[in-house]
């Protein structure tokens, strides 16, 4: 489940090597196997259980003369059930608070479950389980939503953790990456509402204006009788009078 024996055979003495990957690009190579042998076999691993592997092989004579075989692809075996970890949690989330970080999680309904271990770090995200600081081995019920505070954290400071489930004879699943930033109230809302200046309108429910009130009514009568002021003003300082001589007694 975790290895492969890859096996061939050239017509002169050769070198042996592997190249091999979970896709035809084959990003992974053997080392080079001396001496220069007929047969050839070749261990892989670390490999993924229930996984399908490509690959090819290479050997080279001893004048430098190089073969190379057709990619081909086979399958590693499943984990045998004592060795296979429970699967993860899900609905893994964060709630950020003033020096403080809730996550919430429900643990997977599989029978062999047993915990959740979640690590953390301040600088990066947890490379797996058991890489940074340990916050906690949580038991709990297959299917159980379960929640953790984190508490005496410092605001602004970033936290990365990790999170995966586990069995009773200590097989992890793969970890589960989240973050969060803790901090005040007022700075969650002020990193979260909409920044910049200028006036807007409120608008009611059906996104038309208001009609105006009384308030508005009196404003806008108020302008008028102003305009109708000034008009009459300025006719009346451009009326003209006949001469006084002209005046009849």
């Known amino acids: 489940y975790n290895s492969a024996l890859i096996s061939w055979g050239t017509d002169e003495a050769a070198t042996g090597q592997v190249d091999y990957g979970k896709t035809t690009i084959l990003l992974s190579s053997s080392e080079l196997v001396f001496p220069l042998s007929n047969n050839h076999q070749i261990s892989l691993s670390p490999l993924e259980p229930d996984q399908n592997y490509f690959y090819r092989v290479k ?23 004592n060795l296979r970890p429970p699967e993860n949690i899900h609905s893994f989330t964060k709630r950020p608070g003033n ?35 340990i916050l906690g081995d949580f038991a709990g019920k297959p299917g159980e939503q379960r929640a953790f505070t984190h508490r005496n954290l410092k605001n602004g400071e970033t936290y990365y953790y990790a999170a995966a489930s586990y ?23 002020t990193n979260t509402s909409s920044g910049g200046g200028g006036c807007g309108m409120i608008f009611p429910n059906g996104n038309t204006p208001s009609p105006p009130g009384p308030s508005a009514s009196a404003g806008m009568m108020t302008t008028i009788g102003i305009l109708i002021l000034r008009i009459l003003k300025k006719g009346f300082n451009t009326l003209k009078y006949p001469p006084v001589s002209e005046w009849r007694h």
Request: hydrophobic share 30%; net charge negative.
């Open 167 to 189: 069995d009773d004879s200590g097989n992890f699943q793969k970890s589960i990456l989240i973050s969060a930033t803790p901090a005040t109230d007022a700075e969650q809302q």
């Open 59 to 81: 050997s080279f004579d001893q004048a430098g003369n190089e073969r190379i075989s057709q990619i081909q692809s086979f399958k590693t075996l499943p984990l045998p059930s």
């Open 99 to 133: 020096k403080e970080i809730t996550l919430e999680w429900t643990n997977p309904d599989d029978l062999n479950f047993t915990g959740v271990r979640i690590s953390f770090r301040t600088d990066r995200f947890p490379s797996d389980i058991h890489d940074g600081s």
